[in-house]
């Protein structure tokens, strides 16, 4: 079974500072998706950056990157310039495509501070 | 391209009672998936609806049921409410297809919050 492991319960950083958050996760399949997703006090769980596990590349998506390293199984996210709505509960999840199910992590809660 | 929606936004149920919750798939998606999420959690997987059958589930009670139409929405449905029924109820679409399309990255709706007293 796939597991997915946050350490990092909670965070603060100052607003333009850079942070990174953590994850872990174990499986034994080799083609996968990894998943970060952002969920604001509104609750709306919104995706952030998707990697497929096939991919060497690390995945980008304007302030936000990710270190995706497959032998270790880590998949750490990156955000650059933080911004005060940056502020929310962040997911780490892991899906084996194309119709399973997402796993999610216990979540981080980072807060950026003026 | 309309976003997934979910209704109602919040309830208030006794225990015992019965809900029913909905969900209306993005465009051009046909898959569906349920989860709940407690209060300081991740989300649970509940079950996924692929062309109106079920097509997995998680680890929760046949008291949690489901459907979903020929349009791709979609109903939970919850017998016999429980206390620890008391949760965010999500729901999120996709579409099984090419990687580089991304269609099966599942996207959620706004949830809806369930308090069972």
């Known amino acids: 079974a796939q597991t997915v492991t946050q350490s990092q319960p909670e965070m603060s950083v100052q607003e333009a500072e850079t942070v990174t958050l953590s994850c872990t996760y174990d499986?034994?399949?080799?083609?996968?998706?990894l998943f970060w997703y952002k969920q604001p006090p509104s609750r709306q769980m919104i995706l952030v950056i998707r990697q497929e596990a096939y991919k060497q590349q690390n995945a980008t998506e304007n302030r936000f990157s990710v270190n995706f390293q497959k032998a270790a199984k880590s998949f750490s996210l990156k955000i650059s310039d933080s911004q005060l709505g940056d502020t929310a509960m962040y997911f780490c999840a892991f899906m084996k495509p194309p119709y399973d199910k997402i796993i999610f992590g216990k979540g981080t809660r980072l807060h950026i501070l003026p | 391209e309309t976003g997934v929606t979910q209704s109602p936004t919040h309830l208030i149920k006794t225990r015992g009672q019965q809900v029913t919750l909905r969900c209306s798939s993005q465009?051009?998606?046909?898959?569906v998936s349920w989860y709940q999420q407690a209060l300081g959690q991740g989300p649970q997987f509940i079950f996924q609806?692929?062309?109106?059958?079920?097509?997995g589930r998680g680890n929760f009670p046949p008291r949690f049921s489901g459907l979903q139409f020929p349009n791709y929405s979609s109903e939970l449905n919850v017998n016999a409410l429980e206390l620890d029924d008391s949760a965010l109820y999500l729901c999120?679409?996709?579409?099984?297809?090419?990687?580089?399309?991304?269609?099966?990255?599942?996207?959620f709706g706004p949830g809806t919050r369930l308090t069972v007293l």
């Open positions: 609806y692929y062309r109106e059958e079920e097509n």
């Open positions: 999120a679409s996709s579409s099984p297809g090419l990687p580089e399309t991304s269609t099966d990255t599942q996207y």
């Open positions: 499986t034994s399949e080799n083609n996968y998706y």
């Open positions: 465009s051009g998606h046909n898959t």
